[in-house]
Protein backbone atom coordinates (compact mmCIF):
# COMPACT_ATOMS: atom_id res chain seq x y z
CA UNK A 1 0.00 0.00 0.00
CA UNK A 2 2.81 1.99 0.45
CA UNK A 3 4.46 1.62 -2.48
CA UNK A 4 1.53 2.14 -4.23
CA UNK A 5 1.08 5.77 -2.41
CA UNK A 6 4.66 6.31 -3.70
CA UNK A 7 4.18 5.57 -7.19
CA UNK A 8 7.42 3.31 -6.56
CA UNK A 9 7.02 0.08 -8.87
CA UNK A 10 10.54 -0.33 -9.86
CA UNK A 11 12.79 -2.96 -8.82
CA UNK A 12 15.56 -0.21 -8.50
CA UNK A 13 14.07 1.93 -5.88
CA UNK A 14 16.31 3.76 -3.54
CA UNK A 15 13.69 2.81 -0.92
CA UNK A 16 14.33 -0.35 0.58
CA UNK A 17 11.46 -2.39 2.13
CA UNK A 18 13.57 -3.14 5.14
CA UNK A 19 13.43 0.89 5.71
CA UNK A 20 9.77 0.94 5.54
CA UNK A 21 9.72 -2.11 8.11
CA UNK A 22 11.42 0.29 10.23
CA UNK A 23 9.42 2.99 9.62
CA UNK A 24 6.53 1.07 10.44
CA UNK A 25 7.62 -0.35 14.00
CA UNK A 26 9.11 3.17 14.83
CA UNK A 27 5.42 5.06 14.17
CA UNK A 28 3.72 2.31 15.70
CA UNK A 29 5.59 2.81 18.96
CA UNK A 30 5.07 6.22 18.85
CA UNK A 31 1.83 6.53 18.57
CA UNK A 32 1.11 4.06 21.11
CA UNK A 33 3.22 6.10 23.51
CA UNK A 34 0.97 9.23 22.38
CA UNK A 35 -2.28 7.34 22.75
CA UNK A 36 -1.59 5.27 25.88
CA UNK A 37 1.47 6.52 27.69
CA UNK A 38 0.99 8.05 30.94
CA UNK A 39 -2.65 6.93 31.30
CA UNK A 40 -5.03 4.71 32.87
CA UNK A 41 -6.17 3.80 29.47
CA UNK A 42 -5.94 0.01 28.71
CA UNK A 43 -4.58 -1.04 25.71
CA UNK A 44 -6.20 -3.14 23.29
CA UNK A 45 -5.26 -7.08 23.13
CA UNK A 46 -3.99 -5.90 19.40
CA UNK A 47 -0.97 -4.58 20.37
CA UNK A 48 0.28 -8.11 22.23
CA UNK A 49 2.47 -10.53 21.10
CA UNK A 50 3.53 -14.12 22.67
CA UNK A 51 7.20 -15.02 22.32
CA UNK A 52 7.42 -18.29 22.62
CA UNK A 53 11.23 -19.45 24.75
CA UNK A 54 10.63 -23.30 25.14
CA UNK A 55 12.01 -25.47 27.93
CA UNK A 56 15.12 -24.36 30.21
CA UNK A 57 18.32 -26.38 30.09
CA UNK A 58 18.63 -27.34 33.47
CA UNK A 59 21.60 -29.50 35.35
CA UNK A 60 21.15 -33.37 36.14
CA UNK A 61 22.27 -33.12 39.99
CA UNK A 62 21.04 -31.29 42.57
CA UNK A 63 17.33 -31.34 41.24
CA UNK A 64 15.53 -29.86 44.73
CA UNK A 65 18.17 -27.03 45.41
CA UNK A 66 16.84 -23.32 44.28
CA UNK A 67 18.59 -21.75 41.42
CA UNK A 68 18.82 -19.38 39.19
CA UNK A 69 18.53 -19.92 35.34
CA UNK A 70 18.25 -17.73 32.01
CA UNK A 71 17.33 -18.66 28.91
CA UNK A 72 20.05 -18.06 25.65
CA UNK A 73 17.81 -16.25 23.27
CA UNK A 74 17.60 -12.42 24.73
CA UNK A 75 14.32 -11.10 24.57
CA UNK A 76 13.34 -8.20 22.68
CA UNK A 77 12.59 -4.97 23.44
CA UNK A 78 9.32 -4.43 24.96
CA UNK A 79 7.55 -1.09 24.73
CA UNK A 80 6.98 0.78 28.18
CA UNK A 81 3.61 2.24 28.18
CA UNK A 82 1.95 1.87 32.03
CA UNK A 83 5.17 0.03 33.52
CA UNK A 84 6.94 -3.33 31.91
CA UNK A 85 5.50 -4.98 35.08
CA UNK A 86 2.05 -4.32 34.55
CA UNK A 87 1.90 -5.14 30.83
CA UNK A 88 3.95 -8.10 30.53
CA UNK A 89 3.15 -11.61 31.65
CA UNK A 90 5.47 -14.93 31.72
CA UNK A 91 3.46 -18.22 31.71
CA UNK A 92 4.16 -21.79 31.11
CA UNK A 93 2.49 -24.75 29.99
CA UNK A 94 3.43 -28.21 30.29
CA UNK A 95 2.99 -31.39 27.75
CA UNK A 96 2.50 -35.50 28.51
CA UNK A 97 4.67 -36.95 27.73
CA UNK A 98 5.06 -39.37 25.25
CA UNK A 99 6.29 -42.80 23.92
CA UNK A 100 7.18 -43.59 20.44
CA UNK A 101 5.96 -47.39 19.54
CA UNK A 102 5.93 -49.01 16.25
CA UNK A 103 2.28 -51.11 16.10
CA UNK A 104 1.95 -53.55 13.10
CA UNK A 105 5.18 -51.62 11.46
CA UNK A 106 3.53 -48.20 11.68
CA UNK A 107 5.03 -45.30 14.27
CA UNK A 108 2.52 -44.16 16.77
CA UNK A 109 3.06 -41.68 19.76
CA UNK A 110 1.52 -42.87 23.02
CA UNK A 111 0.79 -40.35 26.25
CA UNK A 112 1.56 -41.66 29.35
CA UNK A 113 -1.16 -41.91 31.44
CA UNK A 114 0.66 -40.51 34.69
CA UNK A 115 1.25 -37.33 32.83
CA UNK A 116 -1.74 -36.80 30.80
CA UNK A 117 -2.41 -33.73 33.14
CA UNK A 118 -1.21 -30.33 30.90
CA UNK A 119 -1.25 -27.18 32.61
CA UNK A 120 -1.69 -24.36 30.33
CA UNK A 121 -1.06 -20.39 31.19
CA UNK A 122 0.37 -20.80 34.60
CA UNK A 123 2.00 -17.53 35.17
CA UNK A 124 4.62 -17.00 37.27
CA UNK A 125 5.60 -13.88 39.35
CA UNK A 126 7.12 -11.34 37.42
CA UNK A 127 9.49 -9.28 39.25
CA UNK A 128 11.74 -6.10 38.58
CA UNK A 129 15.76 -7.05 38.76
CA UNK A 130 16.57 -5.08 41.31
CA UNK A 131 14.23 -6.96 43.79
CA UNK A 132 14.55 -11.04 41.77
CA UNK A 133 18.21 -11.99 43.80
CA UNK A 134 16.15 -11.31 47.26
CA UNK A 135 13.25 -13.28 46.88
CA UNK A 136 13.13 -17.09 47.01
CA UNK A 137 14.91 -17.74 50.22
CA UNK A 138 11.76 -18.61 52.16
CA UNK A 139 11.75 -22.46 53.10
CA UNK A 140 8.21 -22.73 53.16
CA UNK A 141 8.32 -21.85 49.39
CA UNK A 142 11.53 -23.20 47.99
CA UNK A 143 10.08 -24.25 43.96
CA UNK A 144 8.25 -20.58 44.02
CA UNK A 145 8.98 -19.72 40.60
CA UNK A 146 10.40 -16.02 39.72
CA UNK A 147 10.95 -14.48 36.92
CA UNK A 148 12.50 -11.12 35.18
CA UNK A 149 14.54 -9.55 32.45
CA UNK A 150 17.77 -8.83 32.86
CA UNK A 151 20.38 -5.74 31.92
CA UNK A 152 20.87 -7.95 29.06
CA UNK A 153 17.44 -9.12 27.78
CA UNK A 154 17.47 -12.80 28.94
CA UNK A 155 14.91 -13.57 31.23
CA UNK A 156 15.99 -15.42 34.54
CA UNK A 157 14.07 -17.74 36.52
CA UNK A 158 14.27 -18.45 39.97
CA UNK A 159 13.35 -21.90 40.77
CA UNK A 160 14.17 -25.67 41.44
CA UNK A 161 15.40 -27.93 38.32
CA UNK A 162 12.37 -30.44 39.85
CA UNK A 163 10.11 -28.06 39.18
CA UNK A 164 10.97 -25.99 36.19
CA UNK A 165 11.53 -29.47 33.85
CA UNK A 166 9.59 -30.09 31.28
CA UNK A 167 7.76 -26.72 31.37
CA UNK A 168 7.71 -24.70 27.93
CA UNK A 169 7.65 -20.42 29.23
CA UNK A 170 6.39 -17.72 27.26
CA UNK A 171 6.23 -14.12 27.25
CA UNK A 172 3.29 -11.91 26.72
CA UNK A 173 3.81 -8.15 25.95
CA UNK A 174 3.80 -5.18 24.05
CA UNK A 175 7.17 -5.32 21.94
CA UNK A 176 8.42 -2.68 20.51
CA UNK A 177 9.65 -3.86 16.85
CA UNK A 178 7.03 -6.74 16.57
CA UNK A 179 9.10 -7.80 13.26
CA UNK A 180 11.33 -9.07 15.60
CA UNK A 181 9.29 -12.05 15.32
CA UNK A 182 10.71 -13.14 12.20
CA UNK A 183 14.11 -13.78 10.66
CA UNK A 184 13.12 -12.77 6.78
CA UNK A 185 11.62 -9.90 4.74
CA UNK A 186 8.97 -12.14 3.56
CA UNK A 187 8.10 -13.23 6.48
CA UNK A 188 7.84 -9.55 7.99
CA UNK A 189 5.69 -8.63 5.32
CA UNK A 190 3.30 -11.53 5.15
CA UNK A 191 2.91 -11.27 9.61
CA UNK A 192 0.17 -9.70 11.67
CA UNK A 193 1.00 -6.70 12.05
CA UNK A 194 0.06 -5.83 16.34
CA UNK A 195 -1.41 -2.87 15.66
CA UNK A 196 -5.49 -1.18 16.38
CA UNK A 197 -7.30 -0.31 13.23
CA UNK A 198 -7.73 3.16 14.03
CA UNK A 199 -4.38 3.77 14.02
CA UNK A 200 -3.30 1.78 10.53
CA UNK A 201 -3.65 4.76 8.08
CA UNK A 202 -1.97 7.58 10.54
CA UNK A 203 0.81 5.49 10.32
CA UNK A 204 1.00 5.21 6.20
CA UNK A 205 0.27 8.82 6.32
CA UNK A 206 3.11 9.43 8.57
CA UNK A 207 5.44 7.18 6.43
CA UNK A 208 4.40 8.40 2.82
CA UNK A 209 5.02 12.33 4.85
CA UNK A 210 8.41 11.26 5.29
CA UNK A 211 9.65 9.22 2.53
CA UNK A 212 7.49 11.95 0.28
CA UNK A 213 10.26 14.30 1.00
CA UNK A 214 12.87 12.12 -0.08
CA UNK A 215 11.66 11.10 -3.41
CA UNK A 216 12.15 14.90 -4.74
CA UNK A 217 15.08 15.95 -5.57
CA UNK A 218 16.32 19.33 -7.59
CA UNK A 219 18.02 19.08 -10.48
CA UNK A 220 18.34 21.44 -13.88
CA UNK A 221 18.47 19.45 -16.79
CA UNK A 222 19.55 21.55 -19.73
CA UNK A 223 22.87 22.22 -20.39
CA UNK A 224 22.32 26.20 -21.21
CA UNK A 225 24.97 27.88 -18.47
CA UNK A 226 22.00 28.93 -16.74
CA UNK A 227 21.42 27.82 -13.18
CA UNK A 228 17.68 27.17 -13.32
CA UNK A 229 17.24 26.26 -9.52
CA UNK A 230 18.07 30.28 -9.04
CA UNK A 231 15.33 32.84 -7.81
CA UNK A 232 14.02 35.01 -10.74
CA UNK A 233 15.13 38.16 -10.61
CA UNK A 234 11.77 39.82 -10.50
CA UNK A 235 11.06 38.26 -6.95
CA UNK A 236 14.28 38.95 -5.77
CA UNK A 237 14.60 41.19 -2.72
CA UNK A 238 18.17 42.69 -1.48
CA UNK A 239 18.31 42.79 2.05
CA UNK A 240 17.65 45.87 4.28
CA UNK A 241 20.61 47.60 3.87
CA UNK A 242 21.69 49.41 6.96
CA UNK A 243 21.34 53.55 7.15
CA UNK A 244 24.73 55.23 7.31
CA UNK A 245 26.34 56.65 10.73
CA UNK A 246 28.73 59.14 9.56
CA UNK A 247 27.85 62.15 8.14
CA UNK A 248 28.88 63.85 4.45
CA UNK A 249 31.29 67.13 4.58
Same mark, same amino acid.
Given at each position: ? @????? !? =???????????????????????? *???????? !???????????????????????????????? !????????????? =??????? $??????????????????? $??????????? @???????????????????????? $??????????????? *??????????????????????????????????????????????? @????????? =??????????????????? $???? !??????????
Amino acid at each position: M @IFDEL !K =LDSDDSRIEVEHIIFLLNKYRAIL *AKQRYGGT !KRDVPLEYYQIWELGQLDLPANNTDVRRTFSF !KKPVPPILNLHGV =LLETSIS $YHTAPLEEHCIIDGAPLDL $YIQSTSFVENN @IDVNFINPDRFKYLGYNKWLTSQP $YATIGYDHKLYISST *ANFLNGKYFRIQGIFENPTDFQDTTDGKLDMYFPVEQALVQPIIDLI @IKELGNVLY =LPKDGENNSSDGLSIPMGS $YQPP !KVRSKTTVDE
